[in-house]
């Protein structure tokens, strides 16, 4: 399902919100960026902040249909990107086992080849991409919720 | 959007010039892990052609380093070329570029790897 609304609040910017819900199976990842690419165009989301927010959708989702232990299709996951006064908010919730990226420890950089871990990369890319990563647990629903600032003048 | 082509060439000296295009997604880098491993294993210069290349994922990240790390394990050498702007950012943010060399071009690629 695929939801676009405006909402006029009483601010000189409104916030307009868009949200798709999900299942958790791979093939939804897809279905994630398509989402993502007319999102981009509804909300007038700037190039660099809509591929921040897709590699962060793309990192957030694939941790939680490849290990939030829900059985292929039988989990659920639903995004927001919302347009803030002076940045994009981005909030992804899901039923799977809770898991907080927060707090996966920052990983230092290996020296050499030899020494590289192939994986934990993908939590270590939406701290880069994002300015701002909060997750809460609400109701056994994982709440992620992701900022990308404006650039000024934007 | 779609999945993600791997062709690869002949590229004298017996380098090979791996060419992707497409989004290395999760889904694409499923797509394309095993025929390039498939690659890596056998081969001791290569060269990964990203031009094409619009996005870059984790699990992209992960098929190049774990190719590297095969190639380098046998004294061979593995490099980049020409990421495009957000690719190579992707790259950076995740120092991939600190562990595999990346070129401008595959011709200044193959250089290094000969």
Redo the contacts between chains.
């Keep these: 399902m695929m939801v676009c609304d405006s909402v006029h609040a009483t601010r000189p910017l409104p916030p307009r919100a868009c949200r798709v819900e999900l299942e958790t199976r791979?093939?939804e990842?897809?279905r994630a960026?398509?989402w993502l690419a007319a999102t981009q165009a509804q909300l007038s989301v700037p190039d660099d902040v809509a591929?921040a927010v897709?590699?962060c959708v793309?990192?957030a989702?694939?941790n939680i249909v490849m290990y939030g232990g829900a059985e292929n299709g039988e989990g659920h996951i639903a995004l927001t990107l919302t347009r803030a006064p002076r940045s994009f908010v981005l909030t992804i919730e899901d039923d799977g086992s809770p898991f907080d990226p927060t707090s996966v420890p920052r990983s230092s950089?290996?020296q050499?080849?030899?020494q590289?871990q192939?994986?934990q990369?993908?939590v270590?890319?939406m701290r880069?991409?994002a300015a701002g990563m909060r997750y809460r647990e609400h109701q056994g629903r994982n709440i992620l919720t992701l900022t990308f600032p404006l650039a000024a003048g934007a | 959007m779609g999945s993600l082509e791997m062709l690869t060439e002949e590229f004298g000296g017996g380098a090979v010039k791996v060419v992707l295009r497409g989004r290395f997604d999760t889904t694409g880098a499923i797509h394309v892990e095993m025929p390039f491993n498939a690659i890596v294993r056998e081969r001791d210069l290569v060269v990964v052609d990203l031009s094409g290349v619009s996005f870059m994922s984790s699990y992209g990240i992960r098929v190049l380093l774990f190719g590297a790390k095969m190639v380098d394990s046998r004294g061979g050498r593995l490099a980049l070329a020409c990421p495009a702007g957000n690719v190579a950012k992707v790259l950076q943010s995740a120092r991939t570029n600190e562990l595999i060399p990346v070129f401008p071009t595959p011709e200044a690629a193959l250089a290094a790897v000969s």
Excluded: K
């Design positions: 791979l093939s990842l897809e960026a398509a591929f897709a590699v793309e990192e989702l694939a950089v290996p050499s080849l030899a590289a192939v994986g990369v993908g270590h890319l880069s991409f």
